[in-house]
């Protein structure tokens, strides 16, 4: 019979957050949110607290709201809506207006790295400790995570979310993700089909995009000229009026 892990209650002096079951989906907001196994009995499910406020949203077992109270006591909605959800509250720390509220644990999940930059890779990183400490959550999946703007914000976060998702994989768990950006490529790199119009059309682009530097570094020259020039002609005009007003005396050169 296999022996019975008990993980620690405590670490870090943090009270410790574990998957009780062996599968856990972690849900964002977007549009696949609405395919996670919701009747699922073996499924945990980690849900943004903002999910709740979907139509297409049906339960989840933990909720996690980790902005400062900054955010939820300016956004008068979100304090009701965290009260009124049914089911674990996971927060920065315990407050007394949330009175569910439980901390995260995060010296705890610090310890692997340092580097988080979304709610979502907290979540993953507690599961991939979870995982470390119990063997549970084996599988994991992604439901609601498309990341595919290419604007900064997702920029940062889908590296950080990928980041992660390697090292569970490397840890042993199983990943699934739904559908969007995250660990996904249109192709293999190299494996890419050639043609003479191919290669030339990428010779024609090459050659755009050079072109492109080549002005832009053009214009960066013409703009440090004219801020030369325009010092210049600011001492100059200095001089000029100043002896023209007899402030400055000018010798004539011999």
């Not at 315990?94 to 709610?119: A, C, G, M, N």
């Amino acid at each position: 019979m296999a022996e019975t892990i008990k993980p620690p209650a405590k670490m870090n002096g943090e009270k410790q957050i574990y998957s009780t079951k062996d599968k856990v989906s972690i849900l964002g907001t977007a549009p696949t949110m609405a395919d996670t196994p919701w009747n699922d009995p073996e499924m945990e499910i980690w849900a943004l607290s903002q999910c709740v406020t979907f139509e297409t949203f049906k339960r989840a077992d933990i909720f996690f709201e980790l902005h400062t109270a900054d955010l939820w006591k300016v956004w008068t909605n979100i304090l009701p809506r965290l009260n009124e959800t049914k089911g674990r509250i996971i927060m920065q720390k315990h407050y007394d207006e949330i009175p569910k509220s439980e901390p995260f644990p995060l010296k705890t999940v610090l310890q692997y790295r340092s580097y988080q930059r979304s709610s979502i890779t907290y979540l993953l990183a507690l599961a991939y400790h979870s995982y470390k400490m119990t063997g549970k959550p084996g599988h994991v999946s992604l439901y609601g995570i498309h990341m595919e703007d290419k604007g900064e914000e997702y920029s940062e976060q889908r590296p950080c979310c990928e980041y992660w998702l390697g090292r569970m994989e490397d840890a042993g768990q199983e990943i699934y993700i739904a559908a969007g950006a995250v660990l996904a490529a249109p192709f293999l790199y190299g494996y890419e089909k050639y043609s003479e119009l191919l290669v030339q059309l990428r010779q024609r682009y090459d050659g755009l995009t050079n072109g492109m530097k080549g002005a832009e570094a053009k214009i960066v020259e013409a703009a440090a000229q004219k801020n030369r020039q325009d010092g210049a002609l600011s001492e100059c005009e200095f001089w000029l009026r100043g002896a023209q007003r007899g402030e400055i005396n000018v010798v004539p050169s011999s």
